[in-house]
C-alpha cells in the first residue's frame, strides 16, 4: 500500500452496499445470508513532472 501513496494516490470516497434479500425469476425473499460491497475510489494529481506512462 506505502507504494501508491508514494506515487501520490490517496483515498478519496468510500461507498458501501449491504444486500440482505436475494431475487430470482421475480421471487423476493429473505435469507441468512449477506452480499457486501465496498467501492474504494482513489485520486491522484497528475502533472507533466510526476505523469508515468
Known amino acids: 500500500m506505502t507504494e501508491y501513496v508514494m506515487e501520490g494516490w490517496k483515498l478519496y470516497s468510500v461507498i458501501t452496499n449491504d444486500i440482505s434479500a436475494i431475487s430470482i425469476g421475480g421471487i423476493t425473499g429473505s ?19 510526476n505523469l508515468k506512462i
Open 31 to 49: 435469507t441468512n445470508a449477506t452480499v457486501d460491497e465496498i467501492i474504494l475510489i482513489f485520486e491522484r494529481m497528475v502533472s507533466k513532472g
